[in-house]
């Protein structure tokens, strides 16, 4: 085993933090309110703070960074994808904007449409993505298929030069702030479950697309309801081979496990109670004496190396042109329980102060805990539950048998 | 990065895989559990024919070299097996205790012996006072001319009856500690039988006023000090190995074993308590593998390893247990028969969670590091 980065990758890693340091306001890192790892896309604190974020996703996006492992020809920088994983590693550690949970567009979306889109809708859609002008949501759950996502319902009915969408998408992130949908639909009805369903990029002001806000447990709005009735879309919208969509949707899935990871951000957040407990005393003692405190810190420091390991492995992997399906799974399942389990303990650790939800002199690190506490929560259900990836583990791994 | 073995480590693997399978089998150890010999000559003479004696050991000593990584393989291979013979003791912690002494007599006298398997050496650490680390060694060094009279008592002493040395610690009133190579064959020492959950023949080893010559010490004070935090990283690393090994047998044998067994008319391995047992026996697997690679690639590069090999050491040390517990759910009734493997892994996993150092122990090591 050999854990070093090549020369060229090393440099890109040292390049790109100087760039972080150099661009992000001072202090930048205090402003962001995510624990690692959530689906939650919590909104800034401070509403100045989306300026900051808007044009510092143009520079990313100038640099030609927002898609580095693409082919130059569609605006990437041909970089592997170890050096994409640098990237996600970096922008996650700083809290750069974008720098995870913010990318279903350059994370999911591109890479798909380079792998099974036509020239045309490459053509359209690549360029725009790279240079960080248009945004995408995830249309897969629907009221009936959360896990089991072969019953989807919504159909796309071919109709003259059009597909016309009727049913109902929910759960659906951000998509009041997106442009398009990366829609999975039925355009088989009459086929077998998993067979009958294809991906198609729908405009979210297409007539007849409309919008609900879903409060989430923060009392944030992050998610939609999403009702298609006799919407229109270009038949050319349609991506992939169709009623392929199931098999296209393994490989969506992947890219979605390893790019919303953002492995940087738990280091980031482990060192922000490390200089607490370091700092702040109980009873007369410091917490960072303790030894109950310096054992469960010392745990969670070891299972974000074995994040990290994992995260590498991903990449890798993808590099060698190997499919890192059940090792993304096997990372997801070991970063999402690791969010949950660093919540908890830096909620025993502070006691009754970590229970404070808004910043104030009494509240340790920023409010952050009680929020990660919530948050994470949501980390192993979206994106495909701890369960549903002990399953691909099992039975795609393993080879236990699927009865 | 390259998060494979590479091709050499492939190819030891491999040998060492099929070798064991062959020479090592599970009849063996269990032979050698109801027999008095400390450990069976013949595999132990048959390893040494592999070469296995001489990885990590320099070729001016008659050693082949071979790195930290390269060591973690075979060790893998070991725990897989079981494998009931001092090579842990002998190769890997006396061995690099020798090289990194400054004591080039001892080096050019006891290296080619072992490895040519001619020298069997134990590790005496741990006494009555304590269970592991460096802090409370009462076992007193005094000089005597240039020469040194050890005496005191260690605990789990492993293979101590075959063993033609003690690698042994002791403390010097004043001066600190001092790493010694004691001769079995010296007056004044005494062995009584340790019996362990593992099997291992470990001994309670009393030194009474045993005369050591200084040509037999290997490190004294700061050197002492140094070679020992060193020893602690590379036993840390070498104890993950070995149960990294035995749970990847366990998760391999468990896996097979849930496809072919049947109840209620399907494999038990398509109920998904079953499948959700295994699929967390592999990522514990998987994780204790990366992070004792990464341990063992900084040992190998000669970086500072002491946070990967102590957070490897707390993290494999429950996660072996964890699986190897598994691994006897899944079978149900036959992983509770002494004729069946299974818990030859779970007696090794935990004794090994246990030696040098457990848990808690090295997450205070971790601690340390990490800054707090
Ligand atoms: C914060 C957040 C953001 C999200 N964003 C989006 C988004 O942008 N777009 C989108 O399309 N979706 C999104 N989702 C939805 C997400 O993908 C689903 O929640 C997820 O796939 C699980 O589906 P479900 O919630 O319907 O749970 P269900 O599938 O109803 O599951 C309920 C329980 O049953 C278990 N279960 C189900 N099937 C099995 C099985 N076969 N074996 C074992 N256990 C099983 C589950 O593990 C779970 O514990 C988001 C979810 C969250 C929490």
Request: net charge negative; with cysteine; hydrophobic share 40%.
């Amino acid at each position: 085993m050999d854990f070093k980065f090549t020369d060229k990758e090393q440099a890109f890693h040292d390049e790109l933090t100087d760039f972080l340091i150099a661009e992000l306001p001072a202090g930048w890192a205090d402003h962001p309110v995510q624990w690692p790892h959530d689906y939650a896309h919590s909104p800034y604190r401070d509403p100045k703070d989306m300026e900051v974020h808007e044009s510092f996703i143009k520079k990313i996006a100038e640099k030609g960074w927002l898609t580095i492992s693409w082919p130059k020809e569609y605006g990437g920088q041909g970089f592997n994808n170890m050096q994409q994983a640098i990237f996600d590693e970096r922008m996650s550690y700083y809290r750069a904007p974008a720098g995870s949970s913010g990318s279903v567009g350059a994370g999911i979306v591109g890479p798909m449409l380079l792998r099974i889109g036509t020239k045309e809708q490459q053509a359209e859609f690549i360029p725009r993505i790279a240079r960080g002008e248009i945004t995408f949501w995830l249309g897969y759950s629907e009221p009936n298929a959360g896990s089991d996502l072969g019953a989807v319902r919504t159909t796309a009915i071919e109709d003259g030069d059009d597909l016309v969408l009727n049913g109902q998408k929910c759960w659906s992130s951000l998509a009041h702030k997106a442009d398009y949908s990366w829609m999975i639909v039925r355009t088989d009805p009459d086929a077998r479950k998993h067979q009958g369903c294809s991906f198609v990029i729908v405009d979210n002001k297409t007539p007849g697309v409309e919008m609900q806000p879903v409060i989430n447990i923060l009392g944030d709005h992050s998610f939609n309801e999403v009702f298609m009735t006799d919407a229109r879309i270009p038949k050319n919208n349609l991506v992939g081979e169709k009623n392929k969509g199931f098999y296209h949707l393994m490989q969506a899935l992947d890219f979605e496990r390893i790019t919303l990871v953002g492995i940087g951000g738990f280091k980031r957040m482990f060192e922000e109670i490390i200089d607490y407990v370091k700092t702040n005393k109980r009873n007369g003692k410091l917490l960072s004496e303790i030894p109950s405190v310096r054992y469960k810190l010392a745990e969670i420091a070891t299972n974000i190396e074995i994040g990290y390991m994992l995260f590498w492995r991903t990449a890798e992997m993808l590099d060698r042109g190997e499919d890192p399906n059940v090792e993304s799974s096997s990372l997801k399942v070991a970063t999402t329980e690791l969010a949950r389990d660093m919540a908890e303990v830096a909620m025993e650790i502070l006691g009754p102060y970590g229970q404070l939800t808004e910043s104030s002199e009494w509240s340790p690190i920023r409010a952050l805990v009680s929020r990660g506490f919530l948050e994470s929560i949501s980390a192993t259900i979206g994106a495909g539950t701890s369960e549903i990836m002990r399953n691909i583990i099992a039975q795609r791994g393993l080879g236990l048998p699927r009865v | 990065m390259n998060l494979d073995l590479n091709t050499e480590q492939k190819l030891l693997k491999n040998s060492a895989r099929s070798f064991l399978k062959q020479e090592c089998p599970s009849a063996l150890v269990r032979k050698v559990r109801n027999s008095d010999e400390a450990f069976p000559e013949t595999l132990w003479k048959n390893m040494a024919d592999m070469g296995w004696m001489g990885l990590g050991i320099d070729e001016e000593y008659g050693g082949i070299g071979g790195s930290a990584s390269d060591v973690a393989v075979l060790m893998e291979a070991m725990g897989e097996a079981s494998l009931p013979a001092p090579f842990f003791t002998t190769v890997v912690v006396s061995g690099t205790a020798i090289q990194q002494s400054s004591n080039e007599e001892m080096k050019a006298k006891l290296l080619p012996l072992l490895v040519t398997g001619k020298l069997v050496s134990s590790f005496a650490l741990i006494e009555p006072n304590n269970d592991y680390g460096l802090t409370h060694i009462r076992t007193a060094a005094t000089a005597d001319g240039s020469d040194w009279i050890i005496s005191g008592t260690k605990l789990f002493v492993e293979y101590a009856k075959g063993a033609r040395y003690f690698l042994t610690v002791a403390n010097v009133e004043g001066t600190g500690l001092i790493v010694a190579m004691i001769d079995a064959a010296t007056d004044g020492i005494k062995l009584k039988s340790m019996p362990t959950l593992d099997y291992s023949k470990q001994c309670e080893v009393v030194f009474n006023a045993v005369k050591v010559p200084a040509e037999n010490i290997l490190a004294l004070g700061d050197d002492a000090e140094s070679m020992l935090n060193h020893l602690e990283d590379i036993c840390a690393v070498a104890k993950c190995s070995e149960m990294m090994g035995a749970i990847q047998s366990v998760l391999d044998v468990s896996v097979e074993y849930v496809k072919d067994r049947t109840q209620f008319g399907q494999p038990v391995g398509g109920f998904q308590a079953v499948q959700h047992h295994c699929a967390n026996m592999a990522v514990n697997v998987d994780s204790a593998r990366y992070l004792t690679g990464l341990a063992a690639w900084k040992l190998s590069e000669g970086l500072p390893a002491t946070k990967e090999a102590s957070m490897a050491k707390s993290f494999v040390s429950k996660a072996a247990v964890r699986v190897s517990k598994l691994g006897h759910q899944v079978h149900g009734a036959i992983s509770f028969c002494d004729e069946h493997d299974m818990h030859l892994y779970l007696r090794r996993t935990q004794s090994a969670s246990m030696a040098f150092g457990n848990t808690e122990y090295h997450l205070e090591k971790v601690a340390q590091k990490i800054g707090l």
